[in-house]
C-alpha cells in the first residue's frame, strides 16, 4: 500500500494527530520521499507549505512529475523535464550539458529557488543552479511550486520554488537497470536497488551519461561565444545517490542522504571552452513526535556547486560554492483544523576560488511562522519570514492565502506574497566590477485561481500580477568611469495559465497554455529571453503490452537583449514517444524528439537538436 494512501485520509480533516502521522515522513519537506504512482488518492505535496497537503488543497499553482513521468519520458537531464510546464520557460544554450536557464512566471533566472531533499543548491558566484548536470535517473520526483514563496524559504523564491526529492527505498528490495542509446553517440547506462527490511528504508543509484553532442555555438568573434568553433561539444556524467532512513520507534525517525554528479561539458568560447564539474549534496535527517500535538523535525545538510573552467591553453579558473543549510521546523496541532508552524533556517554561503574575492562568505539567519486554518468551505494560510543577512541586513516577507471550495472538486483560491532575492557573490564582489551596496531585489504578487479535480480529470486557471523592482542591472557610473551593478530597474509581470488533463477509457491527453505580459517598467521593453506564449499538448494511448503517443511544444517569439533589438523567433515541434513491455521484468522505450527536423533557437545563435533518437531497455526484478 502506498503512503499517500496511509496518509490522505489522515488530512482530510486537515489537520490531525501528529504523534500518528509522524511515521510517514511525508510530514515535513525533508528528503523523506512523499509521492505515489497510484491514482486512487490524491498526491500528497509538500513544498508549498513545508507541510502535507492533497495538491487540490494546496492553494497553490503545483505540478508534480512523478517517477514514472520521469522513466517515460527517457529524459536526460532535468531541463528536458521542466519544458513545456506550464509559467515554465527553460533556454538551453545547445545541446546537453550546455548553460541553462529557468525563467518562471516570467521572473529572473536568479529568482527560482532550488531544493535537493530540502537542501538549498546553486552557485553562490552565478546565483543560479546548473540543472543541466542533475539526472532524472537519481530523481524520484518533483515538485513545482509557482508564485512566491519567501515568507516561506527566504532568498530566491520569487517566480517559485522547484524542490528535487532523489530516490528512496520503499517495499520488498528490488533492482533496476537500464541501458540507451541515441544519435550523437549518446549512451547512458542507469541502476537502483532498493527497499525496505524491517524498519529501515535504503536506496542506492548510478547513472553514467556520455555523448559526443552538436556545435554548440553559431557565433563569431563579435557576437554570441566570440569565437568560431565549428566542433562538437561533448559530455559526461557520472553520478550516485543513496540514502538510509530508521524508524527508531513510533515516535523518532531519522536518516542520511547523498547525491554526487561530476563529469566534463565542452562548449564555445574564446577563453576557456571545457568545464569539469561537481554538483553534490550530502545530509542528515531526523523527526520527532514531541507530544500528541508537536512534532519537530531537523535537516542538515551541504550542497557543493565546483566548476573548473580551462581550455585554449588558458589558465584554469576555478570556483567552489558551498552551502551549508540547517533547518529547525515545528508544526503544532492547535485543533483539528488548525496547525501552526515554526520554524528557523540557518544558511552559510562559502566560496573558494582562484578569482580573489572581496568577501568569500555570508551567514543568513531566517524565522518563519505559518498559520493554517479550514473553515467549513475556507481555507486560510498566514505566513510572515524575518532574514537576517550578514551582508544588507534584515528582509522581512510574508504571504496570506484565501481558499473556497465551492464542491467538494472544485476549488477556488486567492494569494498575496512578498519575495526577495539576495545579490549574488559576483553582483557584489567580483574584481573590477561588483558593487558592495547592493540592496536585496524585491516583489509583491497576487495571484487568483480556480482548480478542479475529479476521478477522469483536472484543470486549472490562474491569473497572475507581480511586481519586482531594485531589480539588479548593469549601468554607467561617471564616478568611477565603469559599469557596475546597481539597484536600477523596475519590471511589471503578469500572466494566465490554463491546464488540463483528462482520461477517457485508453486515451490520456494533457495540455496547457501560458500567456505572459512582461516588461522594464522604464523602457516598456519585453524582458529579455522569455516568451510570452507557450503551449504543449499531449495525447497516449495505452495498451495490453504498452504505451504510444506523442506531444507538441510552441513558443511565441522572445528578444535576446535589453534594447529589444534582436528578436529570436517562435518555434513549434512534435515529439513521439512509446514504451512496449517484452515480458513481467524487461521493457523497451524508444522516443523521437523533433520529428519534422525543425530549426530553432531558444539563445540567439545558440543551435538546439534537429530530429533525434533514443532507445532504451529496462529492467526491473
Known amino acids: ?14 489537520f490531525v494527530n ?57 529524459a536526460l537531464t532535468v531541463t528536458d523535464l521542466l519544458k513545456g510546464l506550464a509559467g515554465v520557460d527553460v533556454v538551453t544554450s545547445g545541446g546537453l550539458g550546455q548553460a541553462s536557464s529557468i525563467f518562471m512566471r516570467g521572473a ?9 531533499d530540502g537542501v538549498k543548491v546553486g552557485s553562490a558566484t552565478l546565483g543560479t543552479t546548473a540543472f543541466q548536470y542533475l539526472p532524472p535517473s537519481q530523481i524520484d520526483h518533483i515538485e513545482v511550486v509557482r508564485g512566491t514563496r519567501s515568507a516561506l524559504y527566504g532568498s530566491e523564491a520569487i517566480g517559485g520554488v522547484i524542490q528535487i526529492f532523489t530516490r528512496q527505498g520503499s517495499g520488498e528490495p528490488h533492482t533496476q537497470a537500464s541501458l540507451g542509446m541515441g544519435n550523437h553517440n549518446t549512451y547512458e547506462a542507469t541502476a537502483n536497488h532498493g527497499g525496505k527490511i524491517d524498519k529501515t528504508t535504503y536506496s542506492v543509484a548510478v547513472d553514467y551519461l556520455q555523448s559526443d553532442g552538436f556545435n554548440a555555438c553559431n557565433g563569431s568573434e563579435s557576437r554570441a561565444c566570440y569565437t568560431v568553433e565549428p566542433d562538437a561539444d ?25 547525491l554526487r554528479a561530476e563529469g566534463n561539458n565542452q562548449f564555445d568560447s574564446m577563453f576557456a571552452n571545457e568545464i569539469d564539474f561537481t554538483q553534490q549534496v550530502v545530509g542528515l535527517k531526523a523527526q520527532l513526535a514531541v507530544t500528541q500535538a508537536w512534532d519537530m523535525s531537523l535537516n542538515i545538510g551541504q550542497s557543493q556547486d565546483e566548476q573548473d573552467n580551462f581550455g585554449h591553453e588558458t589558465s584554469s579558473n576555478n570556483y567552489q560554492t558551498k552551502r551549508n543549510n540547517a533547518n529547525w521546523q515545528n508544526n503544532f496541532s492547535i485543533s483539528d483544523n488548525q496547525l501552526f508552524t515554526l520554524g528557523y533556517d540557518y544558511l552559510e554561503d562559502k566560496l573558494d576560488s582562484t578569482t580573489e574575492y572581496a568577501s568569500t562568505t555570508r551567514q543568513n539567519n531566517g524565522v518563519f511562522g505559518q498559520y493554517q486554518m479550514q473553515w467549513e468551505a475556507f481555507n486560510i494560510i498566514i505566513g510572515g519570514r524575518y532574514d537576517d543577512n550578514e551582508q544588507f541586513g534584515g528582509q522581512t516577507t510574508g504571504n496570506i492565502n484565501l481558499g473556497y471550495k465551492i464542491n467538494p472538486t472544485l476549488q477556488t483560491f486567492i494569494a498575496y506574497g512578498t519575495a526577495f532575492k539576495a545579490p549574488s557573490f559576483n553582483e557584489l564582489y567580483y574584481p573590477y566590477f561588483g558593487n558592495p551596496d547592493l540592496e536585496p531585489e524585491e516583489a509583491d504578487s497576487v495571484e487568483i485561481g480556480l482548480q478542479a479535480n475529479e476521478a477522469t480529470y483536472h484543470w486549472s486557471l490562474n491569473l497572475y500580477r507581480n511586481q519586482v523592482k531594485q531589480l539588479i542591472a548593469t549601468s554607467y557610473d561617471a564616478s568611477t568611469d565603469s559599469y557596475l551593478p546597481n539597484n536600477v530597474d523596475k519590471a511589471s509581470i503578469q500572466g494566465i495559465e490554463a491546464d488540463v488533463g483528462t482520461t477517457w477509457g485508453a ?5 496547457n497554455v501560458t500567456w505572459l505580459d512582461h516588461e522594464d517598467d522604464a523602457t516598456g521593453n519585453w524582458l529579455p529571453r522569455r516568451a510570452r506564449q507557450s503551449a504543449k499538448a499531449a495525447l497516449h494511448y495505452q495498451f495490453e503490452q504498452g504505451r504510444i503517443g506523442g506531444e507538441v511544444l510552441a513558443q511565441g517569439s522572445r528578444y535576446e537583449d535589453t534594447a ?27 522516443r523521437l524528439d523533433n520529428v519534422l527536423d525543425r530549426e530553432y533557437e531558444l539563445a540567439q545563435y545558440y543551435h538546439t537538436a534537429g530530429r533525434g533518437f533514443f532507445v532504451s531497455v529496462h529492467y526491473s526484478d
Open 108 to 116: 529572473e533566472s536568479d529568482h527560482v529557488l532550488v531544493l535537493i
Open 18 to 74: 501528529h504523534r500518528l502521522a509522524v511515521v510517514f515522513p511525508c510530514l515535513i519537506s525533508l528528503s523523506f520521499s512523499c509521492f505515489a504512482t497510484e491514482t486512487v488518492q490524491p498526491t500528497v505535496v509538500v513544498t508549498a507549505t513545508r507541510t502535507a497537503q492533497s495538491i487540490d488543497e494546496s492553494m497553490a499553482s503545483v505540478t508534480v512529475i512523478d517517477r514514472e513521468t520521469i522513466a517515460r519520458s527517457q
Open 564 to 590: 529589444n533589438q534582436r528578436q529570436v523567433a517562435g518555434y513549434g515541434i512534435l515529439n513521439l514517444n512509446s514504451e512496449y513491455s517484452l515480458s513481467k521484468q524487461w521493457m523497451l522505450r524508444a
Open 234 to 258: 561533448g559530455y559526461d556524467n557520472t553520478s550516485f545517490s543513496a540514502q538510509v532512513s530508521h524508524q527508531f520507534s513510533r515516535e523518532f525517525q531519522a536518516g542520511v542522504y547523498t
Open 1 to 14: 500500500m502506498s503512503i499517500s494512501n496511509i496518509l490522505y485520509p489522515l488530512f482530510r480533516r486537515k
Open 507 to 511: 486515451w490520456t491527453a494533457t495540455g
